[in-house]
T-cell receptor, first 117, second 114 residues
Framework: NAGVTQTPKFRVLKTGQSMTLLCAQD?????MYWYRQDPGMGLRLIHY???????AKGEVPDGYNVSRLKKQNFLLGLESAAPSQTSVYFC????????????????FGPGTRLLVL | AQKITQTQPGMFVQEKEAVTLDCTYD???????LFWYKQPSSGEMIFLIY??????QNATEGRYSLNFQKARKSANLVISASQLGDSAMYFC???????????FGAGTILRVKS
């Protein structure tokens, strides 16, 4: 049981390049999330998904796209990277059923450090 | 919109002493959840403790307790008997009901001195 994994761990991009960050979870969770973490600002939600085939915008969605074609995977895409997208990206997941009990936390991946030059 | 405020950018505590990390929140929802996460220098997010808005008692998990004052909209984390391994960034977060989304505060860096 690997939990939540993220690929890659670190990446350097040039401005204008594109890339896809992959998140995978093996806990059969319905909900998945992408956050970015910047110094002094905590984690901010980029996009999220409440189930396979669904996605929704979070607090800071501009410049990013996502897809959830399979329940276990949640992809975050940068079509044209900008230096402002230099950040640490976290993926997370949680169980819809256990959310109903009130105590369900989110399970986080190890993060992807992205540097855009 | 929900908002979390952590007013202490950094805190120092002596080893074996207790420390309180402040968190205030703003929401118009009647039902909500509050979380604390620890982020050590290695970067992973570690869940520490949860408090539901209808929970009558303050949550406790080992050396961690949550001082929940609903009327004041505060959810402070208390760490008892601090250890060197407690040195980390600590985030307070609130759950938005739909989609179980989390709104995070800016965090507090805690340094434990020996």
């Amino acid at each position: 049981n690997a939990g939540v994994t993220q690929t890659p761990k670190f990446r350097v991009l040039k401005t204008g390049q594109s890339m896809t960050l992959l998140c995978a979870q093996d806990m059969n969770h319905e909900y998945m999330y992408w956050y970015r973490q910047d110094p002094g600002m905590g984690l901010r939600l980029i996009h999220y998904s409440v189930g396979e085939g669904t996605t929704a915008k979070g607090e800071v969605p501009d410049g990013y796209n996502v897809s959830r074609l399979k329940k276990q995977n949640f992809l975050l895409g940068l079509e044209s990277a900008a230096p402002s997208q230099t950040s640490v990206y976290f993926c997370a997941s949680s169980s819809q059923e256990r959310v109903r009990t009130g105590q369900e936390t989110q399970y986080f991946g190890p993060g992807t450090r992205l540097l855009v030059l | 919109a929900q908002k979390i405020t952590q007013t202490q950018p950094g805190m120092f505590v002596q080893e074996k002493e207790a420390v309180t990390l402040d968190c205030t929140y703003d929401t118009s929802d009647q039902s909500y959840g509050l979380f604390w996460y620890k982020q050590p220098s290695s970067g992973e997010m570690i869940f520490l403790i949860y408090q539901g808005s209808y929970d009558e008692q303050n949550a406790t998990e080992g050396r961690y307790s949550l001082n929940f004052q609903k009327a004041r909209k505060s959810a402070n984390l208390v760490i008892s008997a601090s250890q060197l391994g407690d040195s980390a960034m600590y985030f307070c977060a609130m759950r938005e009901f739909y989609g179980n989304k989390l709104v995070f505060g800016a965090g507090t860096i805690l340094r434990v001195k020996s």
